[in-house]
């Protein structure tokens, strides 16, 4: 390998060791031996080399864990599981990836340069997700499963990422996001056997649940409306 390819190695090993935030160019320097001035010849900054590292990581993951929900066995809704216990495999064995992900987003904020290409690569996402879910090629996807799918999976992805990050004994397994996905999806159909009416929230619910229980205990047959028993409005 020549300068360019060392040092792109070593920044991934420094990524994977220290992090993004707390990667110098001396470390870059030392994991790829090579002078810490070909690291500005060839890249013109610390930041560039390691955003080059961490984007190729994130490309290389995608080719290792991509497929369509049309492919394989089972139902729609095992293969979509099946997505799920794959990308929670790898918040375990690629923790460094996700990690590194977090501390670039945060760096970004005072980088308009990495901001910039977290943007992109974050609208690329939003449509290579749509593409699996759908099972439509990249470029056939339509723009509404795009804006509306991609960018679904795409939040959910990010959210279930950080409490696996944060808290891994409570985040939630495959078959919870899947069942979880099912009652979201009832409640804002107003379907029978949901946790209640999607205007109404769950403590609420609830509390309107043991109203109704105890005035059926004293054989009471007319209730008046929630609001007016637990003392809340509309508001």
Known sequence: MGNREDLLAGARRCLEEKGYLRTTVRDIATAS????????????????????????AIDEWGRRTGGDLGAGDGTAAERYAALWTREIAS???????????????????????????????QREGRRGVAAQLTGVPEAEV?????????????????????????DPEQAPDAAEIAAGLRALAGRLEGKAGT??????????????????RARTSRGLDELVEPTEDLGLDDS
């Open 33 to 56: 031996r090579v002078s810490m001035a070909a690291i500005g010849y060839h890249f013109g900054s610390r930041e560039a080399l390691l955003n080059q590292a961490l984007f190729a």
């Open 195 to 212: 946790a209640g009416p999607v205007n109404a929230t769950p403590s609420t619910q609830e509390a309107t649940d043991r109203v109704r």
């Open 142 to 166: 339509a723009e509404a499963d795009v804006r509306g799918l991609g960018s679904v999976q795409l939040a959910l992805m990010s959210g279930v990422m950080i409490q696996w990050l944060t």
């Open 91 to 121: 918040y375990r064995t690629d923790r460094w990836l996700w990690v590194a992900s977090v501390e670039a987003f945060v760096h970004a904020q005072s980088s308009p340069d990495l901001l910039a290409l977290l943007a992109a690569g």
